[in-house]
């Protein structure tokens, strides 16, 4: 099982609602907005780190709102 950090920033006031979209994205098994340099850190999990980077890419990079991503591979 492979498992990302992803750190989102988004446009202002859009915080609630994308974190809640991406909490709907299968693979996504938690989401919070949080404060400091980012506004939402969310832990995707799948077979393997292919299958999550096509999920970003094609499903969580496309949310209207989301201004950047930086992805963490965990290790162990």
Known sequence: MARVYLLVNVLPGKEVSIRDTL??????????????????????????????????????RMIKGISRTETFVAVE
């Open 23 to 60: 909490r709907g994205i299968k693979g996504v098994s938690n989401a919070d907005v949080v404060t400091g340099h980012y506004d939402i850190i969310a832990v995707i999990e799948a077979k393997n780190t292919t299958e999550i980077f096509e999920k970003i890419l094609k499903k969580i």
